[in-house]
C-alpha cells in the first residue's frame, strides 16, 4: 500500500521503541528501589527525598512512571543519587549511559573523625537493638539538619558583658 511503511522500516521503529522503554523501565526500577530503600531504611516519605536530593516530587513520579519524552538531566539524576547516598553510575547504566567509557576513580574520601566510625560500626553491628540503632539514627539526623546559627549570634552573649 502507497504511504505505508515497509516491514523493515516498521521493524527498525518497534525496535527503537522497546529500546527506549527498556530504558525507562530499568530507570523507573532504579527510582522505585532507591525510594522504596529511603522509606525503609531511613523513613523518608517522598517529600523528604525531594527535599534531601534537590529532585521536585514531580520529575521524581514522572522518573518512576517512565513518564518522559527525552532522558532525564545528568545533574538531577547526579543530586537524586547523592542525595541517597547512590552511586549515580548505577543510574547511569539503567538510562544506558557512558557503557563504553571507563569509570572514573571515586577521589580519596577524607579521614573519618573515631566518633562516627564507632557510630556506622554500630549500626552494622547485629548485637545492637533495632530500638538503639533508631535511636542513633534519628539523633545523626537531627545533627545533621538542624539550622546553624551565623557566627556572629554565638559571639553575641560573650560580647555583652
Request: proline share 9%; charged share 25%.
Amino acid at each position: 500500500m502507497p504511504g505505508r511503511p515497509g516491514v523493515a522500516a516498521w521493524s527498525y521503529r518497534h525496535g527503537v521503541t522497546e529500546t527506549a522503554n527498556a530504558r525507562k523501565i530499568a530507570f523507573a526500577t532504579f527510582v522505585r528501589r532507591a525510594l522504596d530503600d529511603a522509606r525503609a531504611m531511613r523513613a523518608w516519605s517522598g517529600t523528604e527525598v525531594s527535599r534531601r536530593t534537590g529532585v521536585s516530587r514531580q520529575t521524581i513520579n514522572r522518573w518512576v512512571r517512565g513518564d518522559w519524552a527525552s532522558d532525564p538531566e545528568a545533574e538531577r539524576v547526579v543530586a537524586f543519587c547523592e542525595g541517597l547516598g547512590l552511586n549515580p553510575a548505577t543510574a547511569f547504566t539503567a538510562l544506558g549511559w557512558d557503557r563504553a567509557a571507563p569509570p572514573r576513580s571515586a577521589p580519596t574520601p577524607p579521614p573519618m573523625d573515631p566518633d562516627v566510625e564507632a557510630l556506622l560500626r554500630r549500626l552494622v553491628d547485629p548485637n545492637v537493638s533495632e530500638a538503639e540503632k533508631f535511636h542513633i539514627r534519628e539523633t545523626i539526623r537531627y545533627l545533621a539538619y538542624r539550622p546553624t546559627l551565623p557566627v556572629d549570634v554565638r559571639n553575641r552573649d560573650k560580647q555583652a558583658g
